[in-house]
Structures are given as structure tokens and as C-alpha cells.
């Protein structure tokens, strides 16, 4: 390792032509990956990733936080997660409501408890302790015109049961968000930060706030951060299979390209994205849905690089 250091964020991946506005999502990427970048030049990637997966929620422009989608229940319920592969330490919640940063409430786990995971009621009672409350903007008028017309569409559709909603998931998602960061001393940390889905059911937890599915980083090895339909990469427990491939010898990039390839041929195209650092400071980054905005910058870029379509 030769003090590579570097980051890669993700703000999604999905069906993005039509619900995305590409300059403005651009600009949010590049504004995340620019401040998680800042922190990493003068601390460390768990720093990093936190600071990026924030700017990402405040943006109101990701699936996540401010611009959380809704259930069909029209509640903001969002998951997070952060790991530190210095230590393995996990902090995660779930289910939480509007609340407009879980990522720095799943911190205050890692941080503040002996738990990994907390959610709903309990989780909510503890972060109030820490300052956390519900921010009504989470749920603006326009989420839940935008809900209206989702539900109407999908209930006029010819089969209501929750295993088709992979085909509305993967018409509407426009994403997650997530970063990866491996600062000068070889650090590796992983965030990631959801609303989950439009027409989840309440109480709907996905792989964000589930170590090994949504999230893992691991010092000496390297890190993954997974955006898509949930549900898959929980039964695939798809980071930690990642960062396995990098252990058994591939680089970031084609242990994203293996991942994508496995979860396609299990489920098909149009599932899942996944971003990859490895402890060379390698990154890599590989989807199977139309696009995955993204946005890198190591310690030898001048400008990040950003991409939203192949
Ligand atoms: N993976 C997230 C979930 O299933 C959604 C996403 O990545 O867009 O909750």
C-alpha cells in the first residue's frame, strides 16, 4: 500500500432516465464526493463516507434522507449503515421515521451503544437522547402526489402481490445512496444511506442497514457498498461476498463486474449496482439497471469523475 487514498459514491442505481434531472444529480454527486474527499485528505475514511452519505442526504435529490421516497403507506422510512473495517465496528438503523440523517443516527449506534442495529420505536427513544427528532419535511405534498399516482398505477396493474413489485422497483427506483473510503493509513470505511422503495410496505427493511448485504469494509481486504432491490442482496449477502472475491485475489473492478454477474444470472437484469475499493486503492463499480450515478475521486484525480449511464 502506498498511501493510496480515495473515494467512490454512488447515488443509486435504477431506472433513471426519466425521473432523474442529470445536471442537477451531477452536481450532487460531485458535491458529496468533493466534501467526503476533503475529509479524507485531513482524517479518515469513516469520516469520509459519513460526511459524503450526508451531503447526499441533505441534497433532497437521492433516495435517501430529505429526499427519502415513501411507503404505500405514505410514512419516511429509512435505513442506514456504516462499518469501519479498522475494527469491524457496525452502526445501522432501520425503519426509522423522517428522520433526515440516519446516516449520522447510525453512527451514534456504532458509537454510543454495544449494538449493531436498532430500529423503529426503540431506536427512535434512544436517538432522541443524541438530539435526533422527526423532521416533517420528509413528507412533502409533491412526495405524496407522487405516491398517489405510483399506488394508482400499480393497483391498475394486473397483478397487486409484493413479488411483482420488482418490476414498479425497478421502473421507479432512483436511489440509495452510498460511499466507500480508504484514507492514507489504509483504512477502509463503508456508508450507506435509503428510503428503500416507493410502495414498500411499512416496516420493510432492505440490505442498507444490514452488514455484509448493503455494507461491508474490512481492513487489509477492502469494501463494498450495494444499491438496488434489497431483498436480493440480503439472500445473496452480496458486500461480503464482494470483498471474498477481493480476498481470493481479484481487484475492485472485477470483483463489481463478478458480483453484478452473479446477481444477474440469480435474478435477472435491472436489480442491483455495487461500488468496490480494494486495499491497493483500487475502485471499481458495475450495475445491471440502466444507470448508476457515481462519483470518484483518489488522491492523484484533479477533478472527480462522474457518471450517471454506461
Ligand atoms: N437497496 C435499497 C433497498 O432495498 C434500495 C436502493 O438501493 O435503491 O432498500
Known amino acids: 500500500?502506498?498511501?493510496?487514498?480515495?473515494?467512490?459514491?454512488?447515488?443509486?442505481?435504477?431506472?433513471?432516465?426519466?425521473?432523474?434531472?442529470?445536471?442537477?444529480?451531477?452536481?450532487?454527486?460531485?458535491?458529496?464526493?468533493?466534501?467526503?474527499?476533503?475529509?479524507?485528505?485531513?482524517?479518515?475514511?469513516?469520516?469520509?463516507?459519513?460526511?459524503?452519505?450526508?451531503?447526499?442526504?441533505?441534497?433532497?435529490?437521492f433516495n435517501a434522507g430529505l429526499g427519502c421516497c415513501l411507503t404505500a403507506e405514505g410514512t419516511?422510512?429509512?435505513?442506514?449503515?456504516?462499518?469501519?473495517?479498522?475494527s469491524l465496528a457496525v452502526g445501522a438503523v432501520a425503519s426509522l421515521k423522517n428522520i433526515r440523517h440516519p446516516i449520522l443516527a447510525a453512527k451514534t449506534i456504532m458509537e454510543r451503544t454495544d449494538h449493531v442495529l436498532m430500529?423503529?420505536?426503540g431506536a427512535m427513544r434512544l436517538l432522541s437522547l443524541y438530539g435526533f427528532k422527526p423532521d416533517p419535511e420528509l413528507v412533502t405534498e409533491a412526495k405524496l402526489r407522487r405516491l398517489h399516482e405510483l399506488r394508482e398505477k400499480w393497483l391498475s396493474g394486473a397483478d397487486r402481490k409484493m413479488s411483482k413489485n420488482r418490476e414498479i422497483v425497478k421502473a421507479l427506483s432512483h436511489g440509495t445512496v452510498g460511499a466507500l473510503a480508504i484514507d492514507r493509513k489504509g483504512n477502509v470505511a463503508a456508508a450507506v444511506s435509503t428510503g428503500g422503495y416507493w410502495l414498500k410496505l411499512s416496516g420493510r427493511v432492505g440490505d442498507t442497514p444490514i452488514a455484509g448485504s448493503g455494507f461491508y469494509a474490512e481492513n487489509g481486504v477492502g469494501g463494498a457498498v450495494a444499491t438496488g432491490i434489497g431483498e436480493y442482496a440480503i439472500r445473496l449477502t452480496l458486500c461480503r461476498r464482494t470483498v471474498e472475491l477481493i480476498r481470493s485475489g481479484l481487484n475492485a473492478k472485477l470483483a463489481a463486474d463478478r458480483a453484478i454477474s452473479v446477481v444477474t444470472s440469480t435474478f435477472g437484469e435491472g436489480t442491483m449496482g455495487i461500488i468496490t475499493i480494494d486495499q491497493q486503492g483500487g475502485y471499481g463499480y458495475s450495475y445491471n439497471t440502466e444507470g448508476m450515478g457515481r462519483a470518484i475521486m483518489m488522491k492523484d484525480f484533479s477533478e472527480p469523475v462522474v457518471g450517471i449511464f454506461q
Do not use: Q
Open 1 to 61: 500500500m502506498g498511501g493510496e487514498y480515495g473515494i467512490i459514491i454512488h447515488g443509486g442505481a435504477g431506472a433513471l432516465r426519466n425521473t432523474i434531472n442529470p445536471e442537477s444529480y451531477s452536481e450532487g454527486l460531485r458535491r458529496a464526493v468533493i466534501s467526503g474527499f476533503r475529509k479524507l485528505e485531513d482524517g479518515c475514511a469513516l469520516e469520509a463516507v459519513v460526511e459524503a452519505v450526508y451531503v447526499m442526504e441533505e441534497s433532497g435529490i
Open 119 to 121: 430500529v423503529g420505536e
Open 76 to 86: 419516511a422510512e429509512v435505513d442506514a449503515g456504516l462499518m469501519d473495517g479498522s
